[in-house]
């Protein structure tokens, strides 16, 4: 991945392992490499001439052997697939938040409501 880009994008999670991606999704063999002619490459303004000290981004990790076409598409597959449900899923989460609230709010009266429904 080009770390000079503006899109790229890197996090590290508390037990050590970093996703590296196109904030775009322009890179289909994230994490390991960038399209040679991406057409929206920019070289990041903030850091062009800045020295990096210890906190840049740790290495990827090594490309699986046999990565290859297929695998990006099957990757994009399972991408579209997980796209695709996450609409649903938020709802869900906004849907059982309110409800949580709901019931910590200290209003009683919208806690029993939901028992006595009628059926």
Not at 14 to 19: E, F, L
Not at 89 to 97: K, S
Request: glycine residues 4%.
């Amino acid at each position: 991945m080009r770390e000079e880009c503006k899109h790229f994008q890197s996090r590290t999670y508390s037990n050590g392992d970093v996703a590296r991606m196109c904030e775009l999704d322009l890179a289909p063999e994230a994490p390991w490499r960038c399209p040679d002619d991406c057409p929206s490459f920019a070289r990041r303004l903030a850091d062009v001439n800045w020295m990096h000290g210890t906190l840049v981004t740790p290495p990827p990790t090594e490309e699986p052997v046999g990565f290859d076409a297929s695998s990006i598409e099957l990757l994009d597959e399972a991408e579209a697939i997980v796209n695709s449900v996450a609409p649903e899923i938020l709802t869900d989460v906004d849907r059982e938040r309110a409800r949580q609230e709901a019931r910590s709010s200290g209003k009683p009266w919208q806690r029993l409501r939901g028992r006595f429904r009628r059926q």
